[in-house]
């Protein structure tokens, strides 16, 4: 069992940064092949970022890519999304989620099966 927690959400300004974690349970997440994703209102989840198990290899979605970059550390069982340049059409609750079952890229919504709560993210213009 993966228990994962969100933090660093909250609202800023267009322009602006945030930098949001996300706090991982479990002797085995350096395993796990980890994502960021967001739904805004009205909008299914989409994706934001990706990492591989070592933290070698990343993913970006087109809209957030050259502006966030995702991050681990598997000593301290974190995952990190740190945002710049953010616009209001980043405004969203940013999930975090693990693949207990993949160590590469994982892009695809239904394939993770660990979530976090979510945390928001609102972006003023």
């Known amino acids: 069992q993966v228990q994962l927690v969100e933090s660093g959400g909250g609202l800023v300004q267009a322009g602006g940064s945030l930098r949001l974690s996300c706090a991982a349970s479990?002797?085995?997440?350096?395993?796990?092949?980890m994502g960021w994703f967001r739904q805004a209102p009205g909008k299914e989840r989409e994706f934001v970022a990706a990492?591989?198990?070592?933290?070698?290899?990343?993913a970006y979605a087109d809209s957030v890519t050259g502006r966030f970059t995702v991050s681990r550390d598997n000593a301290k069982n974190t995952v990190n999304l740190r945002m710049n340049s953010l616009k209001p059409e980043d405004t969203a609750i940013y999930y975090c989620a693990a693949d207990s079952t993949a160590y590469g890229i994982v892009v695809v919504t239904s394939e993770y099966d660990y979530w976090g709560q979510g945390t928001q993210v609102p972006v003023s213009s």
């Open positions: 990492i591989n198990w070592s933290g070698g290899s990343t």
């Open positions: 479990g002797r085995t997440f350096s395993r796990y092949a």
